[in-house]
């Protein structure tokens, strides 16, 4: 391409200011932005550089190395933009050429820079240039736990629940369930499922909020539809190994056995293994009972109250970004209704970003699920932009 | 059917236990009849581990058969606390001795939770079953003997287990243990014969009388123990004694520790449920 542009180039060297007649579109000043900032980077790239001293011999100039290096795929789409810019003032000195075939591959030329000038500025700068995500590599625990609807809720609970694991499995997350409480009328009451695995908490996390199901349950026999919720929390995962320390002090959390034992000891045999902790500055409390030693219980309910802690700080630190920077960034409000299930429109509708998928069976038991995750994904990396482009 | 079960197990249990303990078996048995006869055995009183097989202690599972005294969570409670505050290394190897030994699971916990090649480990129990029990735990732990008559330093922790009868006053002679220790543990049979008729069926009628009742008022093995600890060369000095107490038993284990054993440092440590449960003892 490059070659073929310069040789027109000898061919005619006027300049036509016919690409700069375009109208504005609303995303050409959002695109200006996204330049201003790129631009910015580069020149602090040019100034980091400037002051490597000659022999390397300072501390500071590793540390400058190290920035250079990561910011080279900046300049690298810098460089790009460049190249491609040029070329395209290139083309456009074609389009009054007197040879009318020269003009019509001129503008066919044109419209191929073009595009790939739009996809270079819309999608792959704004990923470079959002920062990444603390939370990127975090395993992730899933609660449910079943809300209006009484026993058609836990039918929904379930098949949510075998949803999640399918996509984990596809995902090639490890999965386990921790706890889970059977309805008797069949389904499930609440359950608590550890998915451990690279980028779990990043996929999952938008999956908190109440999700909402119309169907008319396998237990109606006049057929009517019923509405049912069924809440779901995405808390990050924090392993015992991680810098947990920080998180919480021994000292703050109050730890209790659930239920007089009498004499205890040899006097009794029976399993009473429950445990409850208490975190008394949040007062976040857990409770564990499925496993039959005290000790496991133990470990399981710091694990989730590790969980709760760490989604607390990431919430707070998003808050008081929100504070000082007018964040676009939605809040995570977990009693938001943020999807329906309707059964019998063979829909699934996810209300925060208005995407309706017309093939619910694909989303319970195929790849569907993985659309709305990409497209729940997309829309925050949008949001983590404009956020950037407004403080600018 | 399930529900049947679970209000079978709910009448002796209350709902809530029912629910889980019908849970545990249901990830257990093999088949819908298998189910149904651990439902039967454990509404007529069996405990729960015997059904299971097993219950875990710490990050263990060890295997239980009756009449061998399933471990207790107030034990796993103080047998943890107990690993966390030994200091033990390869450089400076301890050897325990456990009176007792029932299962294992007091010598097993320690070993697995100590580092590797720090800890000697011997269990006594007057069972054969218990001794039984308590070897195969340790095979099913991976926890090797140690060499018997070697001085060459294990580079594991090893847990051996002879029958013994430490009531004897001749017990420190006993050929097959080896002082002086530097850590003696026990959970001794502490039940007096008063308390014997408020215990529940699933006790008494399962578990060997041999490891609960402790005399007249509990208290006899204490008296043994005392005395062993008094013996030359039966225990290093610095050495800590750990015995788990019953519920109202602490002041008089303590005082016999100081009178007769003429122990002077102390310590009593309560169990999960504020009982006290545990009498330290450091020489």
């Known amino acids: ?80 933009y460049t190249r491609t810019r040029q070329l395209l003032d290139e083309t456009t000195a074609l389009f009054e050429d007197s040879d009318e075939a020269m003009r019509a591959l001129a503008l066919e030329e044109h419209q191929s820079l073009s595009t790939s000038l739009t996809s270079l500025i819309s999608s792959h700068i704004p990923s470079l240039l959002i920062p990444p995500s603390p939370t990127t590599h975090l395993s992730a625990m899933l609660e449910l736990k079943s809300g209006v609807g009484g026993s058609e809720s836990s039918l929904f609970l379930a098949d949510l629940m075998r949803m999640y694991l399918r996509l984990a499995n596809s995902r090639r997350w490890h999965t386990s369930v921790v706890s889970q409480n059977e309805n008797e009328g069949g389904g499930i009451k609440d359950a608590l499922v550890e998915v451990k695995g690279d980028g779990a908490y990043e996929a999952l996390r938008w ?45 703050d959390v109050k730890i209790e056995v659930m239920r007089a034992r009498g004499a205890g000891g040899q006097h009794v045999n029976k399993t009473e293994s429950a445990v409850r902790l208490t975190h008394i500055p949040t007062g976040i409390t857990v409770s564990m009972q499925d496993e039959r030693s005290q000790h496991q219980n133990k470990r399981r309910a710091f694990t989730v109250l590790r969980s709760r802690l760490m989604d607390l700080k990431i919430s707070r630190e998003i808050a008081e970004r929100r504070a000082t920077r007018q964040s676009l960034v939605r809040t995570a409000d977990r009693s938001e209704k943020i999807r329906t299930y309707n059964y019998a429109q063979e829909r699934v509708t996810d209300h925060r970003i208005g995407l309706t998928l017309k093939n619910l069976s694909s989303v319970l038991e195929g790849d569907g699920l993985q659309d709305f995750i990409d497209a729940l994904q997309k829309d925050h990396a949008e949001s983590v932009l404009e956020d950037m482009l407004s403080a600018e | ?70 471990p207790r969570p107030e034990t796993e409670h103080w047998v943890i606390k107990l690993a966390d505050r030994t200091s033990a290394s390869p450089t400076s190897p301890k050897s325990l001795l456990d009176l007792g030994t029932g299962s294992g699971c007091i010598p097993l916990l320690l070993c697995h939770l100590l580092p590797q090649g720090s800890l000697r480990t011997h269990g006594v129990d007057i069972s054969p079953q218990a001794l039984d029990l308590a070897k195969e735990n340790a095979a099913v732990c991976g926890i090797p003997p140690s060499s018997p008559g070697s001085c060459a330093r294990n580079t594991r922790n090893t847990f051996t287990a002879t029958l013994g009868n430490f009531l ?53 093995f204490y008296h043994a123990i005392a005395h062993l600890v008094r013996q030359t060369n039966f225990i290093r000095p610095g050495a800590v004694v750990a015995l788990e107490v019953g519920h109202n038993q602490a002041q008089d284990v303590e005082r016999i520790m100081r009178v007769h054993a003429h122990v002077r440092d102390t310590e009593i440590w309560p169990d999960p449920w504020g009982k006290q449960r545990t009498v330290l003892a450091h020489l």
């Not at chain 1, 040019?46 to 001293?53: A, G, V």
């Not at chain 1, 009517?224 to 320390?245: G, K, Q």
Request: proline share 8%; hydrophobic share 35%; charged share 25%.
């Open chain 2, 168 to 220: 004897d006053p001749m017990f420190s002679e006993d050929a097959t243990i080896d002082p002086p220790y530097d850590i003696i543990t026990c959970n001794p049979p502490y039940i007096p014969w008063h308390e014997y008729l408020k215990l529940p069926r699933s006790v008494t009628a399962y578990e060997d009388p041999k490891a609960l009742f402790g005399g007249p008022t509990g208290l006899d």
């Open chain 2, 1 to 70: 059917m399930a529900s049947k079960l679970l209000s079978i197990l709910a009448t002796s249990l209350g709902p809530t236990q029912a629910r889980l303990e019908l849970k545990w078996m249901q990830q257990q048995a093999r088949h819908p009849a298998q189910l149904t006869e651990m439902v039967t055995r454990r509404s007529r009183g069996e405990p729960l581990q015997y059904i299971l097989g097993s219950q875990p202690f710490g990050p263990l599972n060890l295997l239980t058969r009756p009449p061998v005294l399933i």
């Open chain 1, 1 to 80: 391409m490059l070659s073929l542009s310069r040789r027109w180039l000898r061919i005619t060297p006027a300049v036509c200011r016919f690409a700069s007649s375009h109208a504005h579109s609303p995303s050409d000043s959002k695109n200006a932005r996204i330049m201003r900032i790129l631009e910015k980077r580069i020149e602090e790239r040019k100034r980091l550089s400037s002051e490597l001293s000659h022999d390397m011999s300072s501390s500071a100039d590793i540390i400058r190395l190290k920035q250079l290096k990561e910011s080279e795929p900046l300049q690298a789409a810098w460089d790009e």
């Open chain 1, 207 to 251: 999956e908190s909020g109440v999700h909402r199901v119309q169907r008319v349950p396998a237990t109606e026999a006049s057929g009517r539809v019923h509405t049912s919720t069924v809440a779901v929390i995405v808390l990050p995962l924090v392993e015992e190994t991680d810098s947990a320390d920080a998180l919480f002090s021994m000292d």
